[in-house]
């Protein structure tokens, strides 16, 4: 039974003195050292019991120490060593300051003295002494522990010969340079202490030893244990590079990647990340799961090249019963740390027999499963193991595991809810664009649409409108933003100018109108009053193939590119005009004539904004593309995605659309110039079945001759002008 000793609270003189200088504590050390009993100095200045004359000067900071002249009750003056402490004001209690002095304990220890000897044998840190030749001279009972020999066991040897590590020859290097530098120095290391499998991080902090003349004779080695904080500083940086590195991109299977490479080897040896199928559950992922669970591998990551344990690939799916790691954690919704030597393993291996196998090649004798779950939502499941490590997870790593997974988990949540958007807004705009272009006689299309890379689907489109009298229009747009509302958008403004085109307006009346609709979808996409941020730009042109002269207006958008039979790439010099959704200003049109079999490209701007290269660059890139000899529009605007965009993905979505037009012979073209005159309608009619019977067309006799009656009306110029094509 321990022996419980008393303190004496009369070894030290102690007394409190408040601001006012006055005495207002005095204890029975204070009565032994200068005579007077509490009662005759209580209350009474305390400078009274100065030997000198004067009072002292108040000490300035928290501590004073320094030796007085103390009146002593007999009349006698005692010389003493006070040491002051200040007592700031508190809980009623006014501040002052507090006086001590020592009465026992200034005789130096005796030789026998058990206190004395205890300074190095029984010192709770591991404390060991080395001589000028760095030969281990004596170490306590702590270091004998952290080595696991005793003291007669290795005194003589070094201390690369006591560890026998690497980290042992460090140290003694860095003995040495305590011998020749005199000077005291601080090293940490990561190792095993003793017969212990854990891994301890010390820090070695060596002084040199020096005798009565001050050479230094030897070092004095103190190690102390700092693996708590070591492993509180790690979990800290691993999280921080979490938070870094997992996440960088919109996609779950990149996320899934980061996870299982974080992890290794800083956590475990081997990790793999496993997900659930959201169509499995109706398309959304569920909030608890029952087993057996059907998960498909989305990564792995070993501290092996080539992940050689790895049962399952990337892609492959496999049913997990109840017993195994990943239905355990699923269904119980938190992590699950398991063991081969506790037996928490045997069913599941012994089920699946190729893990078995591989538990035991490879002497896995850990598992810790962690559900991958965010937003009150079950992913999948992360399961860690350890084989090159000897020792098995600790609370630490479970809560470490369990931190970085739920951030993880979050980062392929937005992932996933990313992707779901995007194929939605992909398929919405699918559906919204032409599948196939129109053939017509006035000009062969073909067109190409790439979705943003990392954006989004966008509302960029384009469109070929087949005409009345064999005249086509061309038009691409681009709606600002992207996702869903911009695809919804889009939509309504191609159905918007298919309307407006078959009431067969100019193209930049046709730009006013729907101009006035993106300031009414604006409006209707705001609220509260305020404005929304609907905006576009459009470019529209018509081509007319008996003319063979094209109408062109544009709002805000990128200019076309003209390439004529035998010529050279060149932009078309036309009006700008404002984007779409301003309101109130004029867009003009312009007219150019294209000889047949020339190139028309149009196209959104992101084919040519990059943020490697400019406008210009991407244009001259673009011209060379079109002079290309292709033996068909498809493979051109293949040609021209592959030189702007040779990665085959785009920071903007693309539009693009190449017409080469075609003109109508003359010979397949009537015109009559008619007087004004309606009893000559009958005439005409005549002259069209005529001409159509010419042409091989009798078959359209009966549905022209209605046309040119409800088409014949007067000219200005007192004339009515009708014509018919073959096409």
Request: proline share 8%; aromatic share 4%.
């Amino acid at each position: 039974m321990s022996r419980v000793y008393p303190i004496d609270d009369a070894a030290t003189a102690r007394a409190v003195i408040d601001d006012d200088g006055t005495l207002v504590e005095w204890n029975e050390g204070a009565r032994r050292l200068l005579g007077h009993p509490a009662g005759s100095v209580l209350g009474r200045p305390a400078a009274e019991l100065l030997a000198g004359p004067g009072a002292p000067v108040p000490p300035r900071g928290p501590r004073w120490a320094g030796t007085l002249g103390l009146r002593h009750r007999d009349g006698r003056t005692l010389s003493v060593w006070l040491l002051a402490h200040r007592r700031p004001a508190q809980d009623g209690h006014p501040g002052g300051w507090t006086v001590v002095t020592p009465l026992t304990g200034a005789e130096p220890p005796a030789p026998d003295d058990p206190l004395g000897r205890a300074a190095l044998i029984q010192s709770p840190c591991a404390v060991a002494v080395y001589d000028h030749a760095l030969r281990l001279r004596r170490m306590n009972d702590a270091m004998a522990s952290v080595i696991g020999l005793s003291e007669e066991r290795v005194r003589g040897l070094r201390p690369s010969e006591i560890g026998g590590r690497p980290q042992s020859d460090e140290l003694e290097r860095h003995m040495l340079q305590v011998l020749t530098s005199g000077r005291p120095l601080d090293m940490e290391a990561f190792t095993r202490s003793g017969g212990e499998e854990r891994a301890h991080a010390w820090l070695a902090r060596m002084a040199p030893v020096t005798d009565a003349e001050g050479r230094v004779r030897g070092v004095c080695l103190a190690a102390h244990d700092v693996t708590d904080n070591y492993r509180a500083r790690q979990r800290l940086q691993l999280v921080n590079e979490a938070s870094m590195r997992i996440g960088t991109t919109l996609d779950v299977l990149r996320t899934a990647r980061e996870l299982a490479a974080m992890c290794v080897p800083t956590l475990a040896d081997f990790v793999t990340v496993d997900l659930l199928d959201p169509e499995d559950y109706g398309g959304e992922p569920p909030a608890r799961i029952t087993a057996p669970v059907t998960l498909r591998r989305a990564a792995h990551e070993s501290v092996l090249g080539g992940v050689p344990e790895a049962v399952l690939k990337p892609g492959q799916t496999e049913v997990y019963p109840a017993g195994s790691p990943q239905a355990d954690s699923l269904t119980a919704g938190h992590a699950i740390t398991a063991s081969v030597t506790a037996g928490d393993l045997d069913q599941w291996l012994t089920w699946n027999t190729m893990r078995g196998e591989r538990v035991r090649t490879f002497g896995i004798h850990s598992s810790m499963s962690v559900p991958i779950q965010a937003r009150g939502l079950t992913l999948g499941v992360a399961v860690f193991t350890r084989h090159r490590r000897p020792d098995g997870f600790t609370p630490d790593d479970r809560l470490l595991a369990e931190e970085i997974t739920t951030r993880a988990a979050v980062c392929i949540d937005n992932a996933r809810r990313y992707s779901r958007e995007r194929e939605t807004a992909l398929a919405l705009q699918r559906s919204l664009l032409p599948r196939r272009l129109p053939r017509t006689a006035a000009l062969e299309a073909s067109s190409r649409y790439l979705p943003a890379a990392r954006a989004g689907v966008g509302g960029d489109w384009f469109d070929v409108i087949p005409l009345s009298g064999l005249r086509v229009a061309m038009v691409v747009g681009d709606v600002v933003g992207h996702g869903v509302q911009a695809s919804a958008t889009m939509g309504r403004l191609r159905t918007a100018v298919r309307t407006l085109a078959d009431i067969d307006l100019a193209p930049d009346e046709l730009l006013t109108h729907l101009d006035d609709l993106v300031v009414r979808l604006s409006e209707e996409s705001g609220g509260e009053g305020s404005p929304g941020e609907v905006g576009a730009t459009c470019l529209y042109a018509v081509y007319d193939p008996v003319s063979r002269r094209c109408c062109v207006a544009r709002a805000g958008h990128p200019p076309p590119v003209l390439l004529r039979p035998g010529g050279r790439p060149e932009l078309l010099d036309l009006p700008a005009g404002p984007p779409l959704g301003l309101g109130g200003l004029p867009f003009e049109s312009a007219e150019v004539e294209l000889p047949e079999g020339s190139v028309l490209a149009l196209y959104t701007d992101g084919l040519v904004l990059s943020r490697d290269r400019d406008g210009d660059a991407s244009r001259e890139l673009l011209f060379r593309a079109l002079e290309r000899d292709c033996a068909t529009l498809d493979e051109t605007c293949d040609g021209v995605l592959h030189a702007l965009l040779p990665s085959g993905s785009a920071a903007d979505d693309v539009a693009l659309l190449l017409a080469r037009t075609q003109g109508l012979p003359a010979s397949g073209v009537a015109t009559w110039d008619i007087p004004a005159d309606p009893a000559l309608v009958a005439p005409v009619r005549k002259q069209v079945v005529a001409q159509l019977s010419d042409w091989g067309l009798s078959e359209a006799s009966f549905t022209t001759e209605l046309v040119v009656s409800e088409r014949w009306s007067p000219t200005p110029s007192g004339t009515a002008r009708t014509r018919s094509g073959s096409g």
